[in-house]
């Protein structure tokens, strides 16, 4: 055999094993691409499941102490009648749900958990610092939060403000 077939065959060999390492490269980066988004479906459905948690232990905790209940519907409807030991309780409950929220907005800026949670949230929202005492302790609480929050929530809240309700 002589050095020009010899050549050849080693030509012939070596772009043989580049093109098996491009398609290992390519099973490779389709394997990676794939766990990168399971990964984050992963770190999306966790993150919304410890915020259902906040939920879900805020709600038993009105169900389950009638002192917070009877706190919460007082509060609604005059909010001046509560002590001070009331008010205290009544502004943590509160403060307690403006942080779930605020932190489901924050999970939403980051691009972590889809924006149609936070809209369908950010009602409920609006609707409680509008809302009897809560009114109160937002306007106390409002600077713990990050500005584009607190912009969100007092837009939507003007905004409702400045709109004509019709009762039918």
Same mark, same amino acid.
């Given at each position: 055999?002589?050095? #020009? +077939?010899?050549? +050849? *065959?080693?030509?012939?060999? %070596?772009?043989?094993? @580049?093109?098996?390492?491009?398609? /290992?490269?390519?099973?490779? @980066?389709?394997?990676?691409? =794939?766990?990168?988004?399971?990964?984050?479906?992963?770190?999306?459905?966790? $993150?919304?499941? @410890?915020?259902?948690?906040?939920?879900? !232990?805020?709600?038993?905790?009105?169900?389950? #102490?009638?002192?917070?209940? $009877?706190?919460?519907?007082?509060?609604? =409807? !005059?909010? =001046?009648?509560?002590?001070? *030991?009331?008010?205290?309780?009544?502004?943590?409950?509160?403060?307690?749900?403006?942080?779930?929220?605020?932190?489901?907005?924050?999970?939403?800026?980051?691009?972590?958990?889809?924006? !149609?949670?936070? $809209?369908?949230?950010? +009602?409920?929202?609006?609707?409680?610092?509008?809302?009897?005492?809560?009114?109160? @302790?937002?306007?106390?609480?409002?600077? /713990?939060? !990050?500005? %584009?929050?607190?912009?969100?929530?007092?837009?939507?809240?003007?905004?409702?403000?400045?709109?004509?309700?019709?009762?039918?």
């Amino acid at each position: 055999m002589n050095w #020009d +077939a010899m050549a +050849a *065959i080693g030509e012939i060999l %070596g772009a043989s094993a @580049v093109l098996v390492t491009l398609v /290992y490269l390519s099973v490779q @980066v389709s394997q990676n691409t =794939k766990q990168l988004s399971e990964s984050a479906k992963a770190l999306r459905r966790n $993150e919304l499941n @410890v915020l259902m948690q906040n939920w879900s !232990d805020l709600r038993r905790l009105e169900i389950s #102490d009638p002192l917070l209940a $009877e706190i919460l519907v007082r509060a609604e =409807k !005059d909010f =001046k009648s509560l002590n001070e *030991i009331e008010v205290a309780r009544y502004s943590a409950h509160v403060g307690e749900r403006l942080w779930i929220n605020y932190h489901l907005w924050e999970r939403v800026q980051e691009g972590i958990i889809p924006s !149609d949670h936070w $809209e369908r949230s950010r +009602a409920i929202v609006t609707s409680l610092v509008q809302s009897g005492g809560a009114e109160t @302790v937002w306007a106390r609480m409002r600077s /713990y939060f !990050d500005p %584009g929050f607190v912009s969100e929530i007092e837009s939507d809240t003007r905004s409702e403000q400045r709109e004509p309700h019709n009762s039918a």
